[in-house]
């Protein structure tokens, strides 16, 4: 095994004989590995949407609840996941996390063939999905330790935009691969109202191979490098900083969305636009495919600037939606949604860009982690407020001027900071208070 005893990307020479290769290496083992995290975390996003469909009589709160759950504990173990990769090291911890999430992907396989499954099993299923959840906290703060700082933000957002990918690549494959019994790898087959034959279990249990396979390049392709542990406690110092909840406010805003969005859209699709339900991945593509661009942009030009006016594209976007989905225009609506989307990638990625420029290494890393954590809130708390919307007043349409009213304070908190003279984004801050 490869024990590497010297490790520092700033020092130039040193980057370009051997610290490159080293980077990306773990960097192209860490993005299939994250981006399967993410298809098991939401993988409910699709399957909630097929139960009642197969014989289960779960109410419309109740499949929102089993969307959100996974986004509840994911959200929750993103705190112990940031703080892992420095108390036992990036690619130890990658191994286990993989590792992990075959659990929930072959129990969902078999719950899901039996209809008198109980909703508390499909809870617990769910709430295990969670695993896939933390992945992210983890793998980031793994990947910041591996690139200089002039390259953070384009390395973040592909570790992240490509890894988050794996939110439209189970919402786009899994409609597929359950209506065809070529897959069914284990079990028979459930009918639909209208006589179609669909393998539900496919959308579980084809993940399970290659999950073991990316365990296995981890164990032989990733690296732990030094000077990069660090206790718990050392890390806990980062909650002292009044930046960590700054930028913690400003990643809701922006991954929160996304993540929030791309566990809703389906159901809400569904519920306003069935006939068009099988769109239902666009949302998470657009997101994740223009994270990496955010991070680039951010090196470029500046992560304030990028950020603050994705914030305003979100707002617009969302008005966009209350405005179509008022008028049941589906064109418009999706439209908006898109736009929603897309803005809400950008600014995931140049928001991560951000924490590197204001911290220290040894501090940006268990910063990401920590911001990615409350972040990964939005899974649950979006469902849930679109749940309660309809609930309530009978649409979707009054949680979105809530999102309004937080994208509008995001962006004065942003300007605040970080955009007028004298801020500390565009420099290292070694003490910030």
Known sequence: MRKITY???????FWNAKGKKIAKRNLWISVPSLMLAFIVWQIWSVVAVRLNDIGFHFTQEQLFTLAAIPGLVGATLRFIYTFAVGTIGGKNWTIISTAILAVPAIGIGFAVQNPHTSYTVMLTLAALCGLGGGNFSSSSANISFFFPKREKGTALGINGGLGNMGVSVVQFVTPLIVTSGTFALVGGKQVLANGQHVWLQNAAFIWV???????VAAIFGMDNIPNTKQSV???FVIVKRKHTWIMTVLYVATFGSFIGYSAAFPLLLK?????????AF???LVAAAARPFGGYLADKIGGAKVTSFVLFIMGIGATG????????????FLTAFLVLFLAS????GSTFQMIPAIFIPKEAAPVIG??????AYGSYFIPKLFGWSVNTTGTPVTAFYFFIGFYVISILINWYFYQRKNTVVESVVKHVN
């Not at 939606?321 to 418009?332: P, Q, R, S, W």
């Not at 990638?345 to 995931?348: P, Q």
């Not at 920590?370 to 972040?375: E, G, P, V, Y």
């Open 370 to 375: 920590f911001s990615a954590a409350f972040a």
């Open 345 to 348: 990638g950008i600014g995931s």
């Open 282 to 284: 666009l949302g998470a």
């Open 271 to 279: 519920s306003q636009f069935p006939q068009h339900i099988g769109l």
């Open 7 to 13: 490790w520092n990307p700033e020092d130039e020479k």
């Open 233 to 235: 406690a050392d890390q």
């Open 321 to 332: 939606v209350i405005y179509f989905l008022n008028t049941k225009g589906f064109a418009g």
């Open 209 to 215: 191979i290659p999950i073991i396979i990316l365990t």
